[in-house]
Structures are given as C-alpha cells and as structure tokens.
C-alpha cells in the first residue's frame, strides 16, 4: 500500500482481512486526495464500491430469488421485462447469460455523449430533481426518455462468447425490480442490509452521512462532470440514472462488506441466521461457463479475478471495481510446495 500510494496508484485506501470469521488485519492508508492538507483515511470510511455492486447488490437479490423459486436462470429475461419481448435480439436472452456476461449485450454505452441543451441544470427544481454532482442536476424522468430506449436498442452481438457488460446489470435490475416490486436500494435496505446490520452499505451516500465519511473518487470526471466527484457515483450511466443502478452505484465501508462475504463464507449464515441455501451460494459462486470460467455474477481465477502469483485456488471468488475496489475470498491451492518463509502461508 505505501508503494502504491508513493506511485500515485491511489492516495489511500482501507485493507481489510478476515480469517476463519476473525477480522486479522484492519487499516487504514493515505489520505482522501493527493492535496497536502487533505483528510487522512479512517477505517470506516465510505468508498464509491463500482462494480462490487454488481455482486454486493443485484447479484445478491438475483440469489434470494432465485433461492425463492421466484426466478429461474433459465427463464428468459423478457418473462419480467415487458420492452424486451417485442426486440427480436433480446426476447430471448436467459437470465443465466447476463449474469455470465455471454448475453451479447453492448458493453458500455456512453449515454452523457446524448446529452442535449437543456437537459442539465446548476440549481434543483421539480424539473431537474436528480443530483450528478454538486450543483449539477439533470432533468426529470431522463432514464425512462432517453436511457432505457437507447439501452433497449443497443446491439447484441457477441451472444454465446464472454463479452464484460454493464448492459447485463441494467437488465438484471429492471428482471429483480420487476419481482419484487420495488426498488432495487429500498429492497436491499430494507432487507438484506438490514437483517445483517450493515451501517454503511446501500446507495446515495450523500442522503445519509456527512460528505466528509466518504472518499471522492480521485479520478477527476473530465468526460462528463468535471470535477472532482465526492459522495455521487463514480459511474456516469449510474449517475444519470439517479444514483442507483445494478452495475454500479453501492458504496461501503470495508467492515460491512466484509460481513456480506463472511455470511457467503459461512455458506448463507451469518450471526444465527440462514440467508441462502447452502447450495445456492455454492452454485453462484462456483464456475458456471465452459467460456470463461467465471460464476453467476462472480468473477474467477479462471476469469478476471486477480490472484496472488497464481497462488489462489479454484474456490476463489470476487470481483472488482473501476474507482480501485476489490473484495475476494482467496484460498491457497493445495497442489503447490510452499516455501517455509516467514509470511508465506505453509
């Protein structure tokens, strides 16, 4: 950590390392910005979790319903999304596709280039309610004018091969939405986070904690905001459409995620509590694709899953996140000869 923050690799950070259910390492790196009076990182600090939302949000409700019976990973997405039954590219798409990013969806669609004169606005009003950035708001009902259409008529053309796609999220919550009937961060919220008892973990920071408990993205937005954004997502699609998304948009601290992944350890309990079925976990988290070796929604070894020297087993899960996150379960494989170092795990 101190070698990559004299690299300018990040200005800070918090590492976080659980072992057989015990938090064994817990610190804090750095400081918020690379500014000589800026605020030094806290161990509870809030970051912008990127694409750990895709496994920390949409992914966890897809296995609730799926642990329900209230889906199928075969079942099309076009059974819950009503705008997909009548595109002949995408009324047929399985569920199970998405989440393996073998859809053939578009991989990212730069929806700040549509942007026309008048669809932003420096002061909030009943007109432009949704919040960008600080003093940048863009106008009403903009996802369901312009987002969605554009989204629904992107391509699909690479189906059967893996392809990383946010268009896969965008789905997944509008299928997991549709279910539940509600949205996707009152549905977490108010259920999942809360019966853990995660403090941090959920959407639109800035409507709960001061600006200062979380961590701008130190990348400064130079396609779309222009500046430095600090307790809005990272994300510009998740941004315009209100902060919230299945791709993007969740933010946390480490402990709360750690506990999440504990409770995914523990094979769906945590704290006396079953919030999976065993075998739920385990097939999502277990490699599903003869093409890339990844599982349902989780990245693998075999994938993009980042391991240490190829010393990280087959078991292992995670996923990343654009704005520099990473959270993982790493084990050792047992087919390699471990040097007796100190340090170096026997």
Do not use: C
């Not at 941004?239 to 969740?250: F, I, K, P, Q, R």
């Not at 506990?259 to 079925?277: A, C, D, E, V």
Request: glycine share 8%; hydrophobic share 35%; charged share 20%.
């Amino acid at each position: 950590m101190n070698a990559g923050i004299a690299a300018h690799s990040a200005p800070g950070a918090v590492v976080l390392l659980v072992k057989n259910g015990q938090v064994i390492f817990h610190k804090a790196y750095g400081h918020h910005t690379y500014k000589n009076d800026a605020r030094p990182v806290r161990t509870d600090d809030i970051f912008d979790l990127a694409s750990v939302t895709k496994v920390s949000a949409t992914t966890q409700v897809v296995m609730e319903l799926y642990d329900k019976g209230s889906l199928r990973l075969n079942d099309p997405i076009s059974k819950y999304v009503a705008a997909t039954r009548s595109i002949k590219d995408k009324q047929d798409i399985k569920i199970k596709e998405a989440l393996l990013h073998e859809a053939g969806y578009t991989p990212y669609i730069k929806f700040y280039e549509k942007l026309q004169p008048g669809d932003m606005s420096r002061d909030s009003s009943a007109a432009y309610p949704t919040a960008v950035a600080d003093g940048y708001y863009l106008r009403k009902n903009y996802f369901e004018d312009v987002m969605w259409p554009v989204t629904l008529q992107s391509p699909v053309t690479t189906r059967g091969k893996y392809v990383y796609s946010d268009v896969s999220m965008y789905m997944m919550k509008e299928v997991v939405e549709n279910i539940t009937h509600e949205p996707l961060q009152t549905h977490l919220s108010e259920g999942l986070y809360a019966r853990l008892g995660l403090q941090t973990m959920g959407f639109l920071p800035r409507r709960r904690f001061p600006v200062d408990r979380i961590v701008p993205t130190t990348e400064n937005d130079n396609w779309f905001r222009n500046m430095l954004v600090q307790g809005y997502v990272n994300d510009p699609g998740a941004a315009m459409a209100g902060g919230v998304e299945g791709h993007a948009g969740l933010f946390s601290n480490a402990n709360d995620l750690a506990i999440l992944y504990q409770m995914l350890l523990n094979k769906g309990s945590y704290g006396g509590t079953q919030y999976y079925k065993p075998a739920t976990v385990a097939l999502f988290t277990s490699a599903q694709s003869k093409v890339s070796g990844r599982g349902l929604g989780f990245a693998k070894v075999a994938a993009n899953l980042p391991s240490s020297s190829g010393l990280a087993s087959n078991v292992s899960y995670g996923h990343s996140g654009y704005t520099g996150t990473f959270v993982g379960r790493s084990a050792l494989r047992t087919d390699l000869h471990m040097p007796d170092q100190p340090g170096v795990p026997g």
